[in-house]
T-cell receptor, first 114, second 113 residues
Framework: DGGITQSPKYLFRKEGQNVTLSCEQNLNHDAMYWYRQDPGQGLRLIYYSQIVNDFQKGDIAEGYSVSREKKESFPLTVTSAQKNPTAFYLC?????????????FGDGTRLSIL | GDSVTQMEGPVTLSEEAFLTINCTYTATGYPSLFWYVQYPGEGLQLLLKATKADDKGSNKGFEATYRKETTSFHLEKGSVQVSDSAVYFCALQPPGGYNKLIFGAGTRLAVHP
């Protein structure tokens, strides 16, 4: 079955460490997205990529970095510059970056600080 | 800027009760509107959408009508089931530009037998 796979499901980080969250899709989608979800809040866009080798900052990009070297992969690195990284991170994809395309979500990675 | 406001939860209902979750939005032009559902420990799933005024989106017994005059997109279901217990997110997509979604804070629904 086609879908989006995020790993790991749970991740723990020590202070001052960078961590990378994995997102892989086999839907042959061009566009991919990373969101952050905090308790009692909606999702906020961190980064998005409309095509391979291109990505743009979303609303809360500070302290995060991404790469898009392959169509099916869009890893997110949470750097030590992100002062409040504890959250639920969701990856999504859509056929392309055009309007009205539904976004398909992975099951998320929960990041916690030790 | 563009924004979405949802009614605060949790909403607690008995099985077979009628459900309404209110959603209003602020946006310029004619955004597209969506409802997503999130089951515990999972990502979001698209429930329904409407792309222009007076459109009605429907899926799995849920409905929502795009009301431009009241800038609303309320979610309704005539008879809820325990399996409908989840968090429901209303979202808008501004017209033009890329496929950006702006989400409301979510409304938790708990249905008990």
């Amino acid at each position: 079955d086609g879908g989006i796979t995020q790993s790991p499901k749970y991740l723990f980080r020590k202070e001052g460490q960078n961590v990378t969250l994995s997102c892989e899709q086999n839907l042959n989608h061009d566009a991919m997205y990373w969101y952050r979800q905090d308790p009692g809040q909606g999702l906020r866009l961190i980064y998005y990529s409309q095509i391979v080798n291109d990505f743009q900052k979303g609303d809360i990009a500070e302290g995060y970095s991404v790469s898009r070297e392959k169509k099916e992969s869009f890893p997110l690195t949470v750097t030590s510059a992100q002062k409040n990284p504890t959250a639920f991170y969701l990856c999504a994809s859509s056929i392309d970056g055009e309007a009205n395309q539904p976004q398909h979500f992975g099951d998320g990675t929960r990041l916690s600080i030790l | 800027g563009d924004s979405v406001t949802q009614m605060e939860g949790p909403v607690t209902l008995s099985e077979e009760a009628f459900l309404t979750i209110n959603c209003t939005y602020t946006a310029t032009g004619y955004p597209s509107l969506f409802w997503y559902v999130q089951y515990p420990g999972e990502g979001l799933q698209l429930l329904l959408k409407a792309t222009k005024a007076d459109d009605k989106g429907s899926n799995k017994g849920f409905e929502a009508t795009y009301r431009k005059e009241t800038t609303s997109f309320h979610l309704e279901k005539g008879s809820v089931q325990v399996s409908d217990s989840a968090v429901y997110f209303c979202a808008l997509q501004p017209p033009g530009g890329y496929n950006k979604l702006i989400f409301g804070a979510g409304t938790r629904l708990a249905v008990h037998p």
